[in-house]
């Protein structure tokens, strides 16, 4: 969402020129996947897939294998009295824990 990718950027505007926010997929979390984010500058060509691009710039990169479980997912950006957080919404979760940062397939 809009959301997301200005709050990708404010956090891009305080790393190296060259940097992007890399969201990815590991076993564990109390529902068996979690999602994951970094910020990365280092690029793989064979196994990375751009998600955002914006003024010739990378924004927003995820890789081959966590692309099969976030196929088709929104991500917004929330912001509460008690939390702020990335909120990925995937159709192809099962079940997710309350947090919302793991899910099941």
Avoid at 11 to 16: N, T, Y
Avoid at 21 to 41: A, P, T, W
């Amino acid at each position: 969402t809009e959301g997301a990718i200005k709050q990708l950027k404010k956090i891009l505007s305080e790393e190296e020129s060259d940097s992007f926010v890399r969201i990815y997929v590991d076993s564990g979390g109390c529902s068996g996947f979690s999602y994951k984010f970094s910020v990365d500058n280092k690029s793989n060509i064979d196994n990375d897939i751009v998600l955002v691009k914006r003024n010739n710039k990378n924004i927003f990169v995820t890789d081959k294998i966590s692309l099969n479980y976030i196929k088709n997912s929104s991500i917004d950006w929330i912001e509460s009295l008690t939390n702020s957080q990335f909120l990925v919404s995937n159709p192809l979760a099962k079940s997710s824990c309350g947090c919302g940062s793991s899910f099941s397939v």
